[in-house]
């Protein structure tokens, strides 16, 4: 179970600490004193020079892009800070609390990446047994395409299924929502809340359960002396990036986790369950609809 963060602006490079601004995104660095399992980034970014210009190398379709991955805690690695200040016109942030007793390996990491698009996922897809999705040998899912996301957890079937959808024809919003009712069939409790981006498209997803945070997620927090703050576990709220920053000329959207303060008076609204939010990192133009 994990926070995640993303936006996407109108091809304006905006860094975490602009776009949620200092004392915000300290708040939600401090979630990883909790969510200690590791964190990850994914940026889309175009660098001052383009790899290939001085060295007659072809030029990548996925120039700009950045990812990192670590299975340190975001709360004691430095490079938080750094790229939390590193401009972007597209990003995902993720703080990972592994489910399930996954491995905590670099491979199950978040961001995944495959096919130009980075994942990430808040969810534990398990049945009512505890048992999770990982254990089902019978589950139909096309193994090659788990393989490419590099993981092997939950979150990347959860990846590898929207890949499949992909690949036969669906446009990401639809190949998302597709995958979740396909994995809903066979896990109707787990969490599918995520976000994913590709170069031209920022996609944000509150597909929960429904029902009472997790007994487990309580107690975890409960260790910290936190409990109260994990009744609105599942949430994702949304704020409007113009008029939010210094930078007048910025437009878009930015979309996080509950877990620190997302006060209405700043903007913060909350994101309905079953619905997703579509954005250009492109224009900043974004829109909201059901799944």
Same mark, same amino acid.
């Given at each position: 179970?994990?926070?995640?963060?993303?936006?996407?602006?109108?091809?304006?490079? #905006?860094?975490?600490?602009?776009?949620?601004?200092?004392?915000?995104?300290?708040?939600?660095?401090?979630?990883?004193?909790?969510?200690? !399992?590791?964190?990850?980034?994914?940026?889309?970014?175009?660098?001052?020079?383009?790899?290939?210009?001085?060295?007659?190398?072809?030029?990548?379709?996925?120039?700009?892009? #950045?990812?990192?991955?670590?299975?340190?805690?975001?709360?004691?690695?430095?490079?938080?800070?750094?790229?939390?200040?590193?401009?972007?016109?597209?990003?995902?942030?993720?703080?990972?609390?592994?489910?399930?007793?996954?491995?905590?390996?670099?491979?199950?990491?978040?961001?995944?990446?495959?096919?130009?698009?980075?994942?990430?996922?808040?969810?534990?897809?398990?049945? *009512?047994?505890?048992?999770?999705?990982?254990?089902?040998?019978?589950?139909?899912?096309?193994?090659?395409?788990?393989?490419?996301?590099?993981?092997?957890?939950?979150?990347?079937?959860?990846?590898?299924?929207?890949?499949?959808?992909?690949?036969?024809?669906?446009?990401?919003?639809? #190949?998302?929502?597709?995958?979740?009712?396909?994995?809903?069939?066979?896990?109707?409790?787990?969490?599918?809340?995520?976000?994913?981006?590709?170069?031209?498209?920022?996609?944000?997803?509150?597909? *929960?359960?429904?029902?009472?945070?997790?007994?487990?997620?309580?107690?975890?927090?409960?260790?910290?002396?936190?409990?109260?703050?994990?009744?609105?576990?599942?949430?994702?709220?949304?704020?409007?990036?113009?008029?939010?920053?210094?930078?007048?000329?910025?437009?878009?959207?930015?979309?996080?986790?509950?877990?620190?303060?997302?006060?209405?008076?700043?903007?913060?609204? *909350?994101?309905?369950?079953?619905?997703?939010?579509?954005?250009?990192?492109?224009?900043? !133009?974004?829109?909201?609809? #059901?799944?």
């Amino acid at each position: 179970m994990c926070r995640l963060l993303g936006y996407a602006t109108n091809d304006v490079n #905006a860094s975490l600490h602009q776009v949620l601004g200092m004392r915000a995104c300290a708040a939600f660095r401090d979630l990883s004193v909790i969510h200690n !399992d590791g964190w990850g980034a994914a940026l889309i970014t175009e660098p001052m020079a383009a790899a290939h210009v001085t060295d007659g190398g072809a030029p990548s379709p996925e120039t700009g892009s #950045a990812l990192y991955r670590n299975t340190i805690a975001a709360h004691y690695d430095p490079i938080f800070d750094e790229l939390a200040s590193v401009g972007a016109r597209s990003a995902l942030f993720h703080l990972r609390l592994a489910s399930s007793n996954l491995p905590l390996i670099l491979e199950n990491q978040h961001p995944f990446f495959a096919n130009g698009l980075s994942f990430i996922h808040n969810g534990d897809i398990s049945d *009512e047994q505890g048992r999770n999705i990982t254990t089902n040998r019978s589950y139909p899912i096309d193994h090659s395409l788990v393989q490419e996301t590099g993981g092997r957890s939950d979150s990347a079937i959860y990846f590898a299924t929207v890949l499949q959808y992909l690949g036969v024809g669906y446009e990401l919003e639809e #190949a998302l929502a597709q995958a979740v009712k396909e994995l809903r069939a066979a896990y109707p409790l787990s969490s599918y809340n995520c976000m994913i981006q590709s170069k031209d498209t920022f996609i944000a997803l509150r597909a *929960e359960s429904g029902g009472p945070t997790r007994q487990g997620v309580v107690d975890v927090y409960a260790r910290y002396g936190r409990a109260n703050e994990a009744g609105d576990y599942a949430v994702l709220r949304y704020r409007d990036l113009a008029g939010a920053t210094d930078d007048t000329s910025l437009r878009g959207v930015v979309v996080t986790s509950s877990g620190y303060a997302q006060p209405e008076t700043e903007g913060w609204r *909350e994101l309905g369950n079953n619905q997703m939010i579509v954005a250009s990192n492109r224009t900043g !133009d974004y829109r909201i609809r #059901a799944i």
